[in-house]
């Protein structure tokens, strides 16, 4: 990691954050990310870089809720090329050399029967053909890569596609009210050929349990950076207008020391399970589950208190408090969200 660098672009994040609000898409910085050595923990500690992959994501995701969750896409990226063949584009992502996002949320929905299946593929000699559309795949451009998981009869391949522009198209259709600069689009697939250099698996279901642990575990850091800002804000107007702060409700919370305990109880949760990210037990994948529901619930809370912490200065267009708020509602959100693992969990 180099640690000049990496501080040199995470000032340079701090001073974009209201045009990366309002949907400036930091492809520089995430590219100086990359030299930085964000991305790079799979190709220096294999599966063991899992750990760091996490505090590399909570490092921007304090910085910037959007770009961290940029730099989480990325890392699934790398996480996906370290189990594939192609060890040159594994290297390429790991430095930030080629950018991507992940592109699973519909897959991992339809496995839950939340929704269907998007894309269908076919086999064809040295590969297969793909058709449909992926409504939100983010960290993307033209040139870009994600991660595809594709039907193909009762079988779902695992692969990697690139984004050539006469290959396929990116549709840009709707805004949101929070990560505009994430580089999110629908992708259209028509007769997209995958060949067979970038399948990572010709059955998803045979490395799904080495890819899903990483996948959701690695969201802990973009939840732990925004609990970090959002613990700052609450400091930072603890003593504002004569303590009028002191009388804000904390609900289910009792104080910002409660907060931090909290925490770092998620973070140290997160960091331990890092520890084994091959664990294929079931327990353990639902262990994971169980610190997003909980690190997701905690920042929803904290996020509402900062909000109402900073008061009409959080209340103006583009201020950084609200920016924090929304990024926390996405985080709650994001595939799987609170909702799909309570459905995994049974919990009703």
């Not at 090329?81 to 592109?103: C, I, P, Q, R, Y």
């Not at 983010?138 to 522009?165: K, P, R, T, W």
């Not at 949760?269 to 619930?297: N, R, V, W």
Request: proline residues 2%; glycine residues 8%; contains cysteine.
């Amino acid at each position: 990691m180099q640690t000049a660098l990496l501080e040199q672009t995470l000032r340079s994040l701090q001073a974009r954050l209201t045009h990366i609000h309002q949907g400036f898409y930091p492809k520089e910085i995430l590219e100086n990310l990359g030299k930085s050595g964000t991305y790079a923990s799979f190709l220096e500690q294999k599966e063991l870089g899992l750990e760091q992959a996490i505090q590399s994501i909570y490092a921007v995701s304090k910085v910037c809720g959007n770009t961290g969750f940029c730099v989480w896409c990325q890392n699934a990226l790398a996480w996906y090329l370290l189990h594939s063949d192609n060890k040159k584009l594994f290297e390429k992502a790991s430095l930030g050399e080629v950018l991507g996002g992940t592109g699973l949320s519909n897959p991992i929905k339809s496995f839950a029967r939340i929704e269907s299946v998007k894309i269908k593929a076919v086999k064809v000699s040295g590969g297969y053909v793909l058709n449909g559309t992926l409504p939100w795949v983010s960290n993307l451009d033209y040139g870009h890569y994600f991660g595809v998981i594709a039907q193909e009869n009762e079988n779902f391949i695992f692969g990697i596609v690139h984004c050539v522009v006469d290959k396929l198209e990116l549709q840009e259709d709707v805004h949101f009210i929070g990560l505009e600069g994430s580089g999110t689009f629908a992708v259209v697939l028509k007769d997209y050929f995958l060949e067979d250099a970038l399948v990572i698996s010709h059955s998803f279901n045979a490395v799904s349990q080495k890819i899903m642990p990483g996948f959701v575990l690695m969201q802990s850091g973009i939840v732990l950076g925004l609990l970090e800002n959002a613990i700052a804000v609450l400091e930072k107007y603890q003593d504002s207008k004569n303590g009028i702060n002191a009388y804000l409700p904390y609900g289910n919370l009792q104080n910002i020391a409660e907060i931090k305990e909290q925490r770092d109880k998620i973070q140290q949760e997160a960091l331990y399970l890092a520890k084994t990210p091959y664990d294929e037990s079931e327990s353990f994948f639902h262990k994971i589950l169980e610190l997003k529901s909980k690190g997701a619930t905690l920042l929803l809370e904290v996020a509402q208190i900062a909000m109402l912490s900073a008061g009409t200065k959080g209340y103006l267009k583009d201020s950084n408090v609200s920016k924090l708020l929304v990024e926390s509602y996405f985080a709650a959100i994001v595939t799987p969200s609170l909702k799909h693992i309570n459905k995994i969990l049974g919990k009703v």
